[in-house]
């Protein structure tokens, strides 16, 4: 029960802060999948890091329940990612939707790995 009640308290914040951030950056940004890419680069960083940490403590340390799984769970988003992409692609946004997916997926895996090397 501890783990779930982890997991929950730090989706809450992982969501809204998800919210507030595209919605701050879309003026900024082209489109507003752009900010959506910027937070799931950012997760994808951090999660790589909290694993790195979480390996060097062992497994599924209460840290790595509220922030890797509860809070970055939920600041990142897998569906509104595939949803934008494939509406930059119905609005014939061609180019721009394969660039939307494989700068998502390249850039994502080096974040990863960057998370994981600074972690350590």
Do not use: Y
Request: hydrophobic share 60%; aromatic share 10%.
């Amino acid at each position: 029960m501890r783990d779930v009640l982890l997991v929950a308290i730090g989706a809450v914040p992982g969501a809204w802060l998800r919210f507030r951030l595209v919605n701050h950056l879309e003026p900024l940004v082209p489109r507003k999948h752009w900010a959506t890419f910027a937070v799931n680069i950012t997760a994808c960083f951090a999660l790589g890091l909290i694993s790195a940490l979480e390996h060097a403590c062992g497994p599924r340390p209460p840290l790595g329940l509220l922030l890797g799984v509860g809070f970055l769970g939920s600041f990142s988003t897998f569906s509104t990612f595939s949803v934008e992409v494939l509406q930059a692609w119905l609005a014939g946004a061609r180019r721009q939707s394969l660039a939307l997916l494989l700068g998502s997926v390249v850039v994502g895996l080096l974040a990863v790995m960057l998370g994981l090397w600074l972690g350590a």
